[in-house]
C-alpha cells in the first residue's frame, strides 16, 4: 500500500519561499508520476505541478516560474520549491502518486489514486 507523508507547509511572508516534501512509500521503483496539487477555502482542489514517469515536468500557468518540483530517488521523496509566493498561493497543499496514469490525466486529481493528507501553506504579512 503506497503512503505519502507532506512536510514543509507554514506561514510566510509575500515574496518568501517554502519548500515542500512528500515521502513515499510502499511503491517499489521510481517509475510513477507524482504530483502537487491545492485546494483553497471554497475552492475545487487545483494542479500545481508533476513529475511524470519519465521525469517530464509540467507546472500550472499560475506557478510557472516560480515553483520547481523534483524527484529525489535516493529518499524515494517528491518536492515543491516555492519560490516568489503570493497571497493567492494559501491553499492546502496535496501530494498524489500514480503509477498507473496516463499522459492526458496528469493534470486531473481524478487520475490519481493516492494522497497525502495535506500540508497548510499561508502566504501573509
Known amino acids: 500500500q503506497v503512503q505519502l507523508v507532506e512536510s514543509g507547509g507554514g506561514l510566510v511572508q509575500p515574496g518568501g519561499s517554502l519548500k515542500l516534501s512528500c515521502a513515499v512509500s510502499?511503491?517499489?521503483?521510481?517509475?510513477?508520476?507524482g504530483a502537487w496539487f491545492r485546494q483553497a477555502p471554497g475552492k475545487e482542489r487545483e494542479f500545481v505541478a508533476v513529475?511524470?514517469?519519465?521525469?517530464?515536468?509540467r507546472y500550472a500557468d499560475s506557478v510557472k516560474g516560480r515553483f520547481t518540483i523534483s524527484r529525489d530517488n535516493v529518499k524515494n521523496m517528491v518536492s515543491l520549491q516555492m519560490n516568489n509566493l503570493n497571497p493567492e498561493d494559501t491553499a492546502v497543499y496535496y501530494c498524489?502518486?500514480?503509477?498507473?496514469?496516463?499522459?492526458?490525466?496528469?493534470?486531473?486529481?481524478?487520475?490519481?489514486?493516492?494522497w497525502g493528507q495535506g500540508t497548510q501553506v499561508t502566504v501573509s504579512s
Open positions: 510502499g511503491h517499489t521503483n521510481n517509475r510513477y508520476a
Open positions: 513529475i511524470d514517469r519519465s521525469n517530464y515536468l
Open positions: 498524489a502518486f500514480s503509477s498507473t496514469i496516463i499522459t492526458s490525466n496528469l493534470r486531473n486529481p481524478n487520475g490519481y489514486a493516492y
